[in-house]
């Protein structure tokens, strides 16, 4: 063999070897995956059996040893904060005794709030200007689609922005707290979910005008002068695309220029519970820069099963930076005891990094067993 060919050969060979060792090692990285390295957090609404706080103590631990990692207590239901507040009307500060108890068991705690939704009576009476507004001229400050308590504020008004950020810096300062989870961060359901519609007594095969925002005047001035156009005055509102997309890129800006730089700026991690049909919440959450995302992969409301919980992890997974956490939400009531261990087994498979569950208080004794017996700690 010619030297030029010998080396040209031996070069081959060698790149062949080396893409071979390759493969191997991330071949062995993938099966280093386990399911007992997955994080897993648990949304906490209701306090009633946190008398004292050795009973906060108690609980804390029983589901540390269950294979929680994570506490998402409700500290801000769009009425009420359950922290000191000196902006938000005042609660019992569940958040600071959790907080205290949390660290003495080792778990991490992330405040949870309605973000978008503002039932504080003070605020719908003196800001009525504040809140999103449908295609017939509606506010939600008066009348709310679905459910009374669909009282979201508009992302474009400069004094929601105000108050969001002010919100956000005192909840964020306070101490211990490991990072802060947003919910409702989004605009009302243009279409809610197939399985929901028969709840509302409602058919949505389209968008109509009684669930679309927002058409505030700040909204329609904004659009006007970026296109040249008043969004009142499409006929189809939900095929032109500019208009569309402003919607999407309202939220995104509120979350990426105000939200996410108050909660950065108190070193805390910053996540949020993110929509499956994300087009019908104006949610683009894959633009958001957060430290991890929960879609909230709610089967039943969507009448789909295992494999469209799979399918959404692997969506998340190739969409979002790999920088960023992926964690399934379950909705727990939707599961028996060994239907939750399987959605457990299947989120992992689909690259999970861990799953929610909502809530604690849906979580029975038999779904504690066979949650731990999913991870393989007991």
């Known amino acids: ?41 648990i949304w906490l609404y209701s306090y009633e059996k946190f008398d004292t706080d050795e009973s906060i103590f108690n609980y804390l631990s029983e589901i540390k040893s269950f294979g929680i990692h994570a506490l998402l207590p409700q500290v801000y239901n769009s009425k009420v ?5 000196s902006r938000l009307p005042n ?15 080792g778990l991490e705690v992330h405040a949870w709030i309605w973000t978008m939704p503002c039932n504080m009576e003070d605020i719908v009476q003196q800001h009525p200007e504040w809140y999103v507004v449908n295609r017939l001229d509606e506010s939600a400050a008066d009348k709310p ?69 927002c058409y ?13 156009i008043d969004p009142l005055t499409l006929k189809v509102p939900a095929t032109h695309e500019a208009w569309v997309r402003f919607r999407y890129d309202s939220i995104t800006s509120l979350v990426n220029d ?46 789909a099963g295992y494999d469209w919980i799979q399918s959404n992890i692997r969506y998340a997974v ?11 939400g379950l909705e727990v009531k939707a599961f028996d005891e060994h239907e939750l261990g399987v959605a457990v087994q299947k989120s992992f498979e689909a690259g999970a990094d861990g799953v929610s569950l909502f809530s604690a208080r849906g979580m029975t004794d038999e779904h504690w067993r066979a949650f731990a017996a999913t991870l393989k700690i007991r």
Not at 22 to 38: A, E, G, P, S, Y
Not at 91 to 100: F, N, Q
Not at 276 to 283: A, D, G, L, S, T
Not at 318 to 328: E, G, H, Q, R
Request: net charge positive; glycine share 4%; charged share 20%.
């Open 1 to 41: 063999m010619k030297r030029r060919n010998f080396l040209k050969f031996l070069t081959l060979s060698t790149a062949a070897l080396l893409s071979g060792q390759l493969t191997n090692i991330n071949c062995m990285k993938q099966q280093v995956r386990r399911i007992t390295d997955m994080k897993n957090w």
């Open 81 to 85: 904060a359950h922290y000191q507040s």
């Open 91 to 105: 609660a019992e500060p569940m958040l600071e005794r959790i907080i205290a108890q949390a660290k003495r068991v």
């Open 145 to 213: 689609a679905y459910v009374n308590h669909y009282k979201f504020l508009c992302p474009n008004q400069p004094g929601v922005r105000d108050f969001l950020r002010g919100n956000l810096e005192e909840l964020a300062a306070i101490e211990g707290l490991d990072g802060v989870h947003f919910d409702y961060i989004r605009f009302p359901d243009v279409i809610l979910a197939v399985n929901l519609q028969p709840k509302y007594g409602i058919v949505q095969d389209k968008e109509y005008p009684q669930y679309d925002y």
């Open 216 to 228: 505030c005047d700040v909204c329609r001035d904004s659009f006007r002068r970026q296109a040249g």
């Open 258 to 303: 105000v939200l996410i730089p108050v909660v950065r700026s108190k070193q805390r991690h910053v996540f949020a519970a993110v929509f499956p049909n994300w087009q019908h919440v104006r949610q683009e959450w894959w633009k958001w820069n957060l430290d991890s995302v929960m879609p909230m992969l709610y089967h039943r409301y969507y009448d």
């Open 318 to 328: 190739k969409t979002l930076p790999s920088s960023a956490s992926i964690y399934s």
